[in-house]
């Protein structure tokens, strides 16, 4: 279950009750979809640690609310995105599972604070991601 979600290595500040519908690992599912709670600390720290580097905002494309303009960067640094499960275990994602086209690869879901959560196969991709009946395991840089 996911339990926690820091950005820039700082741990947000979202209850415990926020996350109690579990989440599903799915593979059909492009973008991580957050409980509305979750996903509004999720958005703001990114937004804030985004702004610190002057990235200028472009408009949202569809679900995808926070976007950025890089054309002219040869690079971008972007804020760390971790997520972490009960356990303790840790997800920490490449830029690649962070933007995509510019955007942000989260969204909120539908189903309200205490809805279940997607992990989504955008932030799947850089990970093996291994099923193991009750449990779920992910490596690295294995694809």
Same mark, same amino acid.
């Given at each position: 279950? /996911? ?42 720290? =990114? ?35 971790? /997520?972490? =499960? ?17 955007? /942000? ?32 395991? =992910? ?5």
């Amino acid at each position: 279950m /996911l339990t926690g979600i820091s950005v820039g290595g700082q741990q947000l500040s979202v209850p415990a009750s926020v996350f109690a519908g579990g989440m599903v690992v799915d593979s059909g599912t492009v973008v991580t979809r957050l409980p509305p709670t979750a996903y509004a600390a999720l958005r703001s720290a =990114f937004r804030s640690g985004m702004a610190s580097y002057g990235y200028p905002a472009a408009p949202p494309t569809g679900i995808l609310d926070t976007c950025y303009n890089f054309t002219g960067y040869g690079s971008a640094t972007l804020p760390s995105v971790a /997520l972490t =499960f009960s356990g303790g275990a840790t997800l920490t994602l490449d830029a690649e599972g962070i933007l995509s086209f510019g955007c /942000l690869t989260f969204a909120a879901s539908g189903g309200g604070d205490g809805g279940i959560a997607i992990l989504g196969n955008v932030q799947q991709r850089s990970f093996e991601v291994r099923f193991d009946g009750a449990s779920v395991g =992910f490596k690295p840089h294995s694809c």
